[in-house]
């Protein structure tokens, strides 16, 4: 009997993990049963995500000393280890009560791009394969979405861009996974869900024009709202290397590992020096301003 798989989608808030999901789901991957609702000048048509797992991400974020937009490293060793396992036990029980039996099924939320780990450990003892989409979005454009909805400072959401984005890359490491940006799924639509189907294996339920109508038509590019125009640049210098480094990754299937380790540590150095007791703009400026003197190396450049 082959073995179940999970399309596990990562990327950081209003990076078009929504609109990736739908693709992956109109694919064949079966959603979870109870999905969180649509939101009005938010996510429109849907977040295609599992409610109860969001709460329960949400609960153990905070329990940790953390929340969805706190661009500071997590740990959660700080946490007793009979809460790890009470967590590791409800995160199994979410998994098969909203998925049930399906052979394929996609699961997002982006606050998984910080416990990657706990869900590899989790879905390897439930027998389920896990196959990886790391989704990017012009650090520009999700940081004005973030501005928009949540009235975030640009210096926090450029660090928390950083953050899910390194995370998420180190942790699937030597798994199956395609890299991907939301633009180029908005502009280049065939060829990227081509190429998705390609390097994950999926079978295509119905490989026919219906199908592709109906995920073009999903992708409403009016729905985004928030865009970097033309060949803008972020503002802070990791940001643009790393946004660099995934647009080539995307393009050729050539990742520069080295030069992400380059930037983590520095960021790791650069937290060393403004010790960060909050995540607030003045703490985001200071980690930013003792980055300046965290020197990255970019090799291959």
């Not at 596990?8 to 079966?30: D, E, F, K, P, Y």
């Not at 081509?194 to 592709?212: G, P």
């Not at 790791?268 to 003792?290: F, H, N, P, Q």
Request: glycine content about 4%.
């Amino acid at each position: 009997m082959a073995k179940r798989c999970c399309i596990l989608v990562l990327g950081v808030h209003r990076s078009g993990t929504s609109a990736l999901t739908r693709v992956i789901n109109l694919l064949g991957a079966a959603l979870p049963k109870n999905l969180m609702p649509p939101t009005p000048n938010n996510n429109e048509v849907g977040f295609w995500e599992p409610q109860n797992l969001w709460l329960l991400h949400d609960q153990m974020l905070r329990e940790a000393g953390s929340r969805w937009n706190d661009w500071r490293k997590l740990d959660l060793g700080i946490l007793p280890p009979e809460r790890i396992v009470f967590y590791k036990s409800e995160i199994r029980r979410l998994i098969a009560e909203e998925f049930n039996d399906a052979p394929l099924f996609v699961l997002k939320d982006p606050r998984i791009c910080r416990f990657v780990p706990l869900y590899q450990g989790i879905l390897g003892d439930m027998g389920i394969d896990v196959k990886y989409i790391l989704i990017h979005r012009h650090p520009r454009a999700v940081e004005a979405s973030l501005k928009v909805r949540n009235k975030m400072p640009e210096a926090c959401s450029q660090l928390l861009w950083l953050r899910y984005v390194l995370e998420a890359e180190k942790t699937t490491r030597n798994w199956t996974r395609k890299f991907l940006s939301y633009e180029a799924l908005l502009t280049d639509t065939e060829r990227q869900v081509e190429e998705l189907i390609d390097a994950l294996a999926l079978t295509k339920v119905e490989s026919s024009r219906a199908t592709m109508a109906e995920i073009k038509s999903s992708l409403r590019q009016d729905l985004q709202h928030q865009k970097a125009v033309g060949n803008v640049a972020p503002t802070f210098p990791w940001l643009e290397v790393s946004w660099l480094v995934l647009e080539e990754a995307m393009n050729t299937g050539d990742l520069r590992v080295a030069a992400l380790q380059s930037i983590e540590r520095a960021f790791a150095k650069a937290e060393g020096i403004a010790v960060s007791k909050d995540y607030t703009e003045a703490s985001a400026l200071a980690l930013m301003l003792a980055g300046e003197q965290a020197e990255i190396g970019v090799p291959g450049n």
